[in-house]
């Protein structure tokens, strides 16, 4: 079975500052990973899946299959980043459920 | 294109009572999951219709059931609800269940057992 782990449940950072959401997964084959992210009053929408390998609003996340994590980063933390953000597997190979974590609350404080 | 819509919004039942919700898919969409989501926790997969069957299941019991109509639009079924069902529910919709496809998020239909 897949799990994601999202160690932080809320991250606070200053404005301008980096900014890093860590979230681990277990899985023994190759899933595909994604971020989603739910700004206040908003639906869920996907932020990046890494085999896009593209930056979405200056967030990046690269895949580390050796130690099995997927990190959100951004250099410089604006405050409508401020947002709930999920990280989440797709098994793939006629498996296609998403499998979320339980989220990281992200505060960018002015 | 309104994306994917849910309705009700909101939804209050007492225990042992039967629920329906709805979802339309985002248009061009043929493939709909569910997510239960309870406070503080991420989504939880339900199950998935793709050509009107279910085609995948997470671990939920058989209370929970599910319908896909030809129109692709789906409704969610929760039979004898626990309170233990309270919970948002998320409907996603994509084009084909397969890999590559990004799913779309609707609003949920919050459900609240008492």
């Known amino acids: 079975a897949q799990r994601v782990t999202q160690p932080e449940k809320l991250l606070s950072v200053f404005k301008g500052a980096p900014v890093e959401l860590k979230c681990n997964y277990s899985?023994?084959?190759?899933?595909?990973l994604f971020w989603y992210v739910q700004y206040s009053r908003q639906r869920l929408q996907l932020l990046l899946r890494?085999?896009s390998r593209e930056s979405i609003k200056g967030f990046t996340a690269d895949l580390n299959k050796g130690e099995t994590s997927f990190h959100l980063k951004k250099p410089f933390a604006q405050e409508e980043d401020s947002a709930m953000y999920y990280c989440?597997?797709?098994?793939?190979?006629?498996?296609?459920?998403?499998?979320f974590g339980k989220g990281t609350k992200l505060s960018v404080i002015p | 294109d309104a994306g994917v819509t849910q309705s009700p919004t909101h939804l209050i039942k007492t225990r042992g009572q039967q629920v329906t919700l709805r979802c339309s898919p985002k248009?061009?969409?043929?493939?709909v999951s569910w997510y239960q989501q309870a406070l503080g926790q991420g989504p939880q997969f339900i199950f998935q219709?793709?050509?009107?069957?279910?085609?995948q299941r997470g671990n939920f019991p058989d209370r929970f059931s599910g319908h896909q109509f030809p129109n692709y639009s789906s409704e969610l079924n929760v039979n004898a609800l626990l309170l233990g069902d309270s919970a948002l529910y998320l409907c996603a919709s994509s084009f084909l269940p397969g890999q590559g496809y990004e799913q779309y998020f609707g609003p949920g239909t919050r459900l609240t057992v008492t």
């Open positions: 248009s061009g969409h043929d493939t």
């Open positions: 219709y793709y050509e009107e069957e279910e085609r």
């Open positions: 890494h085999i």
């Open positions: 989440a597997l797709m098994p793939g190979a006629g498996s296609y459920q998403l499998t």
């Open positions: 899985y023994s084959g190759s899933p595909e």
